[in-house]
C-alpha cells in the first residue's frame, strides 16, 4: 500500500519507537516504575529545554496546558499584555480573558511577527501589567516570533511574567525559556514532540514558581502547586491517573529527539523547512511568510497559483497527503503543511512531488535538485 503522510501541524506522524512504545502493557502509575520512568522523562525535557525547573505534565492538549497558566497566573482584575500575530495568539488571550483579567491587545499582521519595540512600548505604556502572553510559533501562518529579542526589549527590573505558548516550537525549534528569560512556557505533546496528543506541558521559571504561593488556584486539576508537590524529589507522581501509555511514548520520542543532541535535530528540521519552502516557491506555491527569518521550521503556510489552495489540498487529500487549510481570515485562502517529523529527503521528494502534480508540474524535476541541494543530509 502507498504510504500516506500526514502534513497537519498537529498531531504528526509519530516515529515507530514511539507507537510501539503507546502500545506496551499499562502499569500503576502509583509503582516505582513509573515514578522512575516519570523522573527520567523529567530529565529528557530539561535536557531539551536546558533549563533544570520544573516541568509539569498535564492530561490535556495545549489548550489546557495554556488555560493551566492562566488560571494560575492571572485574576479578575489583574492586566495582561497579549502580542498576537494571529489565531493561536487570540486564542490564548481569550484563555487569559477568561479569569477576568483585563487584557490589552498588540495586534500584527498575519504573515508577520509582533516586534520587540512594539512590545516593550505596550509596557511602557502598562507598566502595571501583570503578565505578557506570547505565541512562540503562530501555527496559523506559519510565524517564529522572536520571543528571545521580544524579552530582551524589555527591562529587567520589575517586568511582568512572561508566559509562552510553545505549543507547536517545542522540540521542533529551538526554545530555552530560562536563558531568554521566560516564566512560564506552555506546550503539547502532539506536533514538535511527536507523540500521540494528550499531554500538555508547563515549565515553570523560578519567578514563577516564587509567585506562585500567593495564589490560590480557582481550579482543582489544573492547580499547579498540588501538581509540584507530587513532583520529586524523591519520587516523582501525578495527583491523578496520568495518560500512562502517552508517558512511555514521549520517553521514546525525546530520544530520537535528544539521539544526536537536541541543538543537532532542530538544525536539521530547518534545513528541512527551508529546502521545502524554496521548492515550493520554484514550483509556483507562494509563500505567506516573506521575512525568511521568521519562517518557521516546523510548519509551511503557502498558497497555490490561481487562488486553487483548497483545490489543491483535496486532490492532495485524495492521494493520501492530508494537510491543513488556512484559519480564520485565511480560510479557504491557504494550503498548512508541516515538517515535524523524523522525515529523510526520499519522504520530502514524495511529498513534493505530490504538490507538484497537484498543479500540473509533474513532469519539472528542478524543484527536486533545489530540495536535495539545500537538505543535504540524504544518507540513502
Ligand atoms: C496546536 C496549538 C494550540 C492548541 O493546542 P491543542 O493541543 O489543539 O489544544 C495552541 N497554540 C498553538 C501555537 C498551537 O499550534
Same mark, same amino acid.
Given at each position: 500500500?502507498?504510504?500516506?503522510?500526514?502534513?497537519?501541524?498537529?498531531?504528526?506522524?509519530?516515529?515507530?519507537? #514511539?507507537?510501539?512504545?503507546?502500545?506496551?502493557?499499562?502499569?500503576?502509575?502509583?509503582?516505582?516504575?513509573?515514578?522512575?520512568?516519570? $523522573?527520567?522523562?523529567?530529565?529528557?525535557? *530539561?535536557?531539551? +529545554?536546558?533549563?533544570?525547573?520544573?516541568?509539569?505534565?498535564?492530561? !490535556?492538549?495545549? /489548550?489546557?496546558?495554556?488555560?493551566?497558566?492562566?488560571?494560575?497566573?492571572?485574576?479578575?482584575?489583574?492586566?495582561? @499584555?497579549?502580542? !498576537?500575530?494571529? #489565531?493561536?495568539?487570540?486564542?490564548?488571550?481569550?484563555?487569559?480573558?477568561?479569569?477576568?483579567?483585563?487584557?490589552?491587545?498588540?495586534?500584527?499582521?498575519?504573515?508577520?511577527?509582533?516586534?520587540?519595540?512594539?512590545?516593550?512600548?505596550?509596557?511602557?505604556?502598562?507598566?502595571?501589567?501583570?503578565?505578557?502572553?506570547?505565541?512562540?510559533?503562530?501555527?496559523?501562518?506559519?510565524?517564529?516570533?522572536? #520571543?528571545?529579542?521580544?524579552?530582551?526589549?524589555?527591562?529587567?527590573?520589575?517586568?511582568?511574567? @512572561?508566559?509562552?505558548?510553545?505549543?507547536?516550537?517545542?522540540?521542533?525549534?529551538?526554545?530555552?525559556?530560562?536563558?531568554?528569560?521566560?516564566?512560564? +512556557?506552555? /506546550?503539547?505533546?502532539?506536533?514538535?514532540?511527536?507523540?500521540?496528543?494528550?499531554?500538555?506541558?508547563?515549565?515553570?521559571?523560578?519567578?514563577?514558581?516564587?509567585?506562585?504561593?500567593?495564589?490560590?488556584?480557582?481550579?482543582?486539576?489544573?492547580?499547579?502547586?498540588? *501538581?509540584?508537590?507530587?513532583?520529586?524529589?524523591?519520587?516523582?507522581?501525578?495527583?491523578?491517573?496520568?495518560?500512562?501509555?502517552?508517558?512511555?511514548?514521549?520517553?521514546?520520542?525525546?530520544?530520537? @529527539?535528544?539521539?544526536?543532541?537536541?541543538?543537532?535535530?532542530?538544525?536539521?528540521?530547518?534545513?528541512?523547512?527551508?529546502?521545502? =519552502? =524554496?521548492?515550493?516557491?520554484?514550483?509556483?506555491?507562494?509563500?505567506?511568510?516573506?521575512?525568511?527569518?521568521?519562517?518557521? =521550521?516546523?510548519?509551511?503556510?503557502?498558497?497555490?497559483?490561481?487562488?486553487?489552495?483548497?483545490?489543491?489540498?483535496? !486532490?492532495?487529500?485524495?492521494?493520501?497527503?492530508?494537510?491543513?487549510?488556512?484559519?480564520?481570515?485565511?480560510?479557504?485562502?491557504?494550503?498548512?503543511?508541516? *515538517?515535524?517529523?523524523?522525515?529523510?529527503?526520499?519522504?520530502?521528494?514524495?511529498? +513534493?512531488?505530490?504538490?507538484?502534480?497537484?498543479?500540473?508540474?509533474? !513532469?519539472?524535476?528542478?524543484?527536486?535538485?533545489?530540495?536535495?541541494? @539545500?537538505? $543535504?543530509?540524504?544518507?540513502?
Amino acid at each position: 500500500m502507498k504510504k500516506k503522510y500526514l502534513l497537519t501541524p498537529g498531531p504528526v506522524e509519530a516515529p515507530q519507537s #514511539v507507537l510501539e512504545a503507546a502500545s506496551r502493557q499499562l502499569m500503576s502509575h502509583r509503582c516505582a516504575e513509573f515514578s522512575e520512568l516519570f $523522573k527520567g522523562i523529567a530529565g529528557k525535557l *530539561h535536557a531539551l +529545554l536546558e533549563s533544570d525547573s520544573p516541568v509539569v505534565i498535564l492530561p !490535556s492538549s495545549g /489548550t489546557g496546558a495554556l488555560e493551566c497558566a492562566a488560571v494560575n497566573f492571572l485574576r479578575r482584575g489583574d492586566k495582561f @499584555i497579549s502580542l !498576537s500575530c494571529g #489565531v493561536f495568539g487570540d486564542r490564548f488571550r481569550e484563555i487569559a480573558a477568561r479569569t477576568g483579567a483585563r487584557g490589552v491587545y498588540v495586534d500584527t499582521e498575519a504573515g508577520s511577527a509582533p516586534s520587540p519595540a512594539a512590545a516593550a512600548a505596550a509596557l511602557r505604556e502598562n507598566p502595571d501589567a501583570r503578565a505578557i502572553l506570547v505565541t512562540h510559533n503562530e501555527t496559523s501562518t506559519g510565524v517564529t516570533v522572536p #520571543v528571545r529579542e521580544i524579552i530582551d526589549a524589555l527591562p529587567a527590573e520589575g517586568r511582568p511574567l @512572561i508566559l509562552v505558548d510553545g505549543v507547536s516550537s517545542v522540540g521542533a525549534i529551538e526554545c530555552l525559556p530560562e536563558k531568554w528569560g521566560a516564566d512560564v +512556557l506552555c /506546550t503539547a505533546s502532539q506536533k514538535g514532540l511527536m507523540t500521540p496528543p494528550g499531554l500538555g506541558f508547563v515549565w515553570l521559571s523560578e519567578r514563577a514558581l516564587a509567585a506562585l504561593p500567593e495564589r490560590e488556584c480557582p481550579s482543582y486539576y489544573f492547580d499547579l502547586k498540588l *501538581h509540584l508537590k507530587n513532583m520529586g524529589p524523591g519520587s516523582y507522581a501525578n495527583p491523578y491517573t496520568p495518560p500512562v501509555s502517552l508517558y512511555y511514548a514521549l520517553n521514546a520520542a525525546l530520544d530520537v @529527539i535528544l539521539a544526536d543532541g537536541a541543538r543537532a535535530w532542530f538544525a536539521k528540521r530547518r534545513l528541512y523547512a527551508d529546502a521545502f =519552502a =524554496a521548492a515550493l516557491e520554484e514550483l509556483g506555491y507562494e509563500l505567506l511568510v516573506t521575512d525568511k527569518k521568521l519562517r518557521s =521550521a516546523g510548519v509551511t503556510a503557502f498558497s497555490a497559483p490561481n487562488g486553487a489552495s483548497e483545490a489543491v489540498r483535496k !486532490s492532495l487529500s485524495a492521494e493520501g497527503f492530508e494537510t491543513a487549510g488556512g484559519q480564520g481570515a485565511l480560510k479557504g485562502k491557504l494550503i498548512r503543511a508541516s *515538517h515535524y517529523s523524523d522525515w529523510e529527503i526520499g519522504e520530502m521528494e514524495d511529498i +513534493l512531488r505530490a504538490f507538484a502534480g497537484a498543479i500540473g508540474k509533474d !513532469s519539472d524535476e528542478n524543484y527536486l535538485r533545489t530540495a536535495r541541494k @539545500i537538505f $543535504k543530509t540524504d544518507k540513502r
